[in-house]
């Protein structure tokens, strides 16, 4: 039998890729998106033109305080929230905006499932930086990039949560409020603290999306800037290997409910910065152009996720090499040039808000 997906965020990077997933799965799938991101409604125009009227597409706001949330809520068997302020660099400039949006906006989410009738299962997107700078791991510089001297299967998720920056306090206190409403209220919930999630709809810009940004740049030939020294290393995960996460975790919610998961490409599918450059210098034949500013505040030296809990708890590895992700991000790109220019408004409109 169907199921009835709800997707807050739906007309974002990992929110198409979500609905497509589960549309071919058969499923109903409703998205719900503000449309204020560049790349959204072309996202949803994407959606519409594969998958017709099977899609049901509202606008509209996390942050509304009315009861549309609500009552698209109540007849959803899932809800995956994925509606977000991405960005470090954006919370630090509009911390209030920042906190609306994941924090309270978070907040209404959990709530709109606990008040509806279908008592949905919740799906959080939370993030790595829920750990903070993580400043006591010992690091080492290990054959040209940074890495964990203690830590060699990963940071797990026993490890204690140190907010830092305001984009990391406003997703942890998502992340807090939606396994606490597995504890106190009963609800079936999920939270997923992500790695550098990268793949086709993807529209990265210089402050989130590194791997888009950095693939972008070099098919386009144009210069793009490393912060910090290049070595910082993190893992990677291409989308599809995320949304088999989505499902095997909702597929095991017995076990799942009310617990968070490390979800990234793990110890084996990690890069520095530097290192997607000689990847992208291979596969075009030329050294992409670059120059090195000052680090972002709160940029941790290296982050890989330990991703054995989700491999024991709901049988979840990922299948997709960064060699092979990028090629595929890359021949998205190239199929999908008309994205360029969105692109440049989406850079623009950053720069402008510095």
Request: glycine share 10%.
């Amino acid at each position: 039998m169907s199921r009835n997906i709800l997707i807050t965020g739906g007309a974002g990077f990992i929110g198409v890729n979500a609905a497509d997933r589960f549309l071919r799965a058969g499923e109903h799938v409703t998205i719900l998106d503000n449309f204020r991101r560049a790349g959204t409604r072309e996202n949803a125009r994407w959606l519409r033109e594969v998958h017709g009227d099977r899609v049901r597409i509202v606008e509209g706001d996390i942050r509304d305080t009315d009861d549309r949330l609500v009552r698209l809520a109540d007849g959803a068997d899932v809800l995956l929230h994925l509606a977000a302020q991405v960005a470090v660099t954006t919370s630090v400039r509009d911390p209030r905006e920042d906190f609306d949006i994941n924090a309270l906006g978070t907040f209404n989410v959990v709530e709109a499932a606990r008040r509806a009738e279908s008592q949905p299962i919740v799906l959080y997107a939370s993030t790595n930086k829920v750990y903070g700078k993580m400043a006591d791991v010992a690091v080492a510089e290990r054959d040209g990039r940074w890495a964990y001297r203690d830590f060699d299967g990963g940071i797990p998720e026993s490890r204690p949560l140190e907010f830092y920056s305001p984009y990391g306090c406003s997703k942890g206190a998502g992340d807090q409020y939606v396994l606490d409403y597995a504890r106190i209220y009963g609800l079936r919930t999920v939270v997923f603290r992500q790695s550098c999630i990268y793949g086709p709809h993807q529209f990265g810009i210089e402050d989130q999306g590194w791997v888009a940004w950095f693939s972008i740049q070099a098919m386009r030939q144009r210069p793009f800037t490393i912060y910090g020294d290049g070595k910082q290393v993190r893992d990677v995960l291409f989308v599809d290997d995320l949304m088999s996460a989505y499902e095997a975790a909702i597929q095991h919610i017995d076990v799942t409910s009310g617990q968070a998961y490390n979800i990234g490409g793990g110890p084996e599918n990690t890069l520095s910065l530097l290192e997607l450059v000689d990847l992208l210098t291979a596969k075009f034949g030329t050294k992409p152009a670059f120059g090195f500013d000052a680090w972002r505040p709160g940029d941790q030296l290296v982050y890989v996720s330990d991703i054995a809990k989700a491999r024991a708890d709901f049988g979840w590895t990922p299948r997709v090499t960064a060699s092979e992700g990028i090629d595929r991000l890359l021949t998205w790109l190239n199929e999908n040039r008309q994205i360029f220019d969105v692109l440049d408004a989406l850079a623009a409109e950053a720069a402008s808000a510095r």
